[in-house]
């Protein structure tokens, strides 16, 4: 069975400073992993994807996701935070193995960042 | 070019009512998938329409159904309505069936009274 767990609900972050949205999966095979981030009466927006090979990955909006196979981890970060990054964000995994539809969601990070 | 879109926006129904959910797809995209985000929760799979058939299922009751039509736009339909069906319900479509490249439309949020 494959799972995503998001630990934190909400992330407070200042202006300028660095963030990180932390996520944890599970899997019987190999991982794909992504981030998707969520507007107010937006639908998901695509930010990034692990599939293979360089463990760091760069998105979109200057957002970076590090994979990390031991700790089985695939934070988000991104270096200095704006306050137009205030939104949801969805952690989501599938086995490699496995149809694209069963891909899983996290229970999503609120993103707050405060000028 | 349009993305996707859904309607209607808001929906509020009563228990045992029947509902009806729309969806069009970025153009281009031959494949639509329907989600259910209940609140405070991730979006959970609930199926996929390629070439007007139910390819994947999620782990949703018969009461969940859709249909996708020639142009590729789908409905999504739940009969018998419960309380606990009061979500968030996106559409995301894609181009082919086993793509993890797909773009969500805005969602519609239903409320069941």
């Known amino acids: 069975a494959q799972s995503v767990a998001q630990p934190e609900d909400q992330v407070n972050v200042a202006e300028g400073n660095p963030l990180t949205v932390k996520c944890t999966y599970s899997?019987?095979?190999?991982?794909?992993l992504f981030w998707y981030v969520q507007y107010p009466n937006r639908g998901l927006q695509f930010l990034l994807k692990?599939?293979?090979?360089?463990?760091l990955v760069k998105g979109s909006y200057g957002f970076e996701a590090e994979f990390n196979k031991s700790q089985t981890s695939f934070h988000l970060k991104k270096p200095s935070a704006l306050v137009s990054d205030s939104a949801l964000y969805f952690c989501?995994?599938?086995?490699?193995?496995?149809?694209?539809?069963?891909?899983?969601f996290g229970s999503g990070t609120r993103l707050s960042i405060r000028p | 070019d349009a993305g996707v879109t859904q309607s209607p926006t808001h929906l509020i129904k009563t228990r045992g009512q029947q509902v009806t959910l729309r969806c069009s797809p970025k153009?281009?995209?031959?494949?639509v998938s329907w989600y259910q985000q209940a609140l405070g929760q991730g979006p959970q799979f609930i199926f996929q329409?390629?070439?007007?058939?139910?390819?994947q299922r999620g782990n949703f009751p018969d009461r969940f159904s859709g249909h996708q039509f020639p142009n590729y736009s789908s409905e999504l339909n739940v009969n018998a309505l419960l309380l606990g069906d009061s979500a968030l319900y996106l559409c995301?479509?894609?181009?082919?069936?086993?793509?993890?490249?797909?773009?969500f439309g805005p969602g519609t949020r239903l409320t069941v009274l």
């Open positions: 995301a479509s894609s181009l082919g069936v086993d793509t993890d490249t797909q773009y």
């Open positions: 899997v019987s095979g190999n991982p794909y």
């Open positions: 692990y599939i293979t090979g360089d463990n």
């Open positions: 989501a995994v599938r086995d490699s193995e496995s149809s694209a539809s069963k891909i899983i």
């Open positions: 153009s281009g995209h031959d494949t």
């Open positions: 329409y390629y070439e007007e058939e139910e390819r």
